[in-house]
């Protein structure tokens, strides 16, 4: 089995200020890791996954997550939040088989000017 | 190419009536999902494809139906709404391979009365 926890419903960060987004995940098969975001009124829009290699990952506007193993964790960070950043986001995890994606909570995050 | 389309966008139905969702993509995906969105809940699977022709059960599959007759076309019914039916619907697809993305389409907003 496979589950995903976004600590944090909600977080606010001020403009300028680093994001950061925590997600821990439980699988027992080596997983894939995304990151999803959602704008008001529309669709999931993937940011960033990771699947193997380099456990950095660089996605798109300016995020990353690190993959650490040890301790089941695959947190999203931006240097420096922008107020375009608010949005909402969902950690994922999937193990293979037909791929099926198993969705955190989600984080509301609030960018203040 | 549009992507994952959905049809209809907004939708307010009265208990007990039926309706179907389309969802169509044409990325030639193979795996298709119908998911719902509730407040504090994340997304959760109802349904899913793995090729033309064949449907599975997720994880809240009770009330509702699926079809896949053509590759690109996934249905989702409602035979007898319920008020907690009322939820955002989104389709996603995939192609086939382990680390491919889910892409997902804009929602569909269900109000069942």
């Known amino acids: 089995a496979q589950s995903v926890t976004q600590l944090g419903s909600h977080v606010s960060v001020s403009e300028g200020a680093l994001v950061l987004l925590r997600c821990n995940y439980s699988?027992?098969?080596?997983?894939?890791l995304f990151w999803y975001v959602q704008y008001p009124n529309q669709g999931l829009q993937l940011l960033l996954k990771y699947t193997t290699g380099a456990t950095l990952v660089k996605g798109i506007n300016g995020f990353e997550a690190e993959f650490k193993k040890s301790e089941t964790s695959f947190h999203l960070t931006k240097p420096s939040a922008h107020m375009s950043d608010a949005a909402e986001y969902f950690c994922?995890?999937?193990?293979?088989?037909?791929?099926?994606?198993?969705f955190g909570t989600g984080t509301k995050l609030q960018v203040i000017p | 190419n549009a992507g994952v389309t959905q049809t209809p966008k907004f939708r307010v139905l009265k208990t007990g009536q039926s309706m179907t969702l389309l969802c169509a993509q044409d990325m030639n995906h193979e795996y298709m999902y119908w998911y719902r969105q509730d407040p504090g809940m994340g997304l959760r699977l109802i349904h899913y494809?793995?090729?033309?022709?064949?449907?599975a059960k997720g994880e809240v599959p009770d009330g509702y139906n699926v079809s896949r007759l053509k590759k690109q076309n996934f249905l989702l019914g409602l035979e007898s709404a319920a008020p907690s039916q009322t939820s955002v619907y989104f389709c996603?697809?995939?192609?086939?391979?382990?680390?491919?993305?889910?892409?997902f389409g804009p929602g569909t907003r269900l109000t069942v009365l």
């Open positions: 699988s027992s098969v080596p997983p894939y």
């Open positions: 996603a697809s995939k192609d086939r391979g382990v680390t491919d993305t889910q892409y």
């Open positions: 494809s793995v090729g033309e022709g064949t449907t």
């Open positions: 994922a995890v999937s193990s293979g088989g037909y791929q099926k994606v198993t």
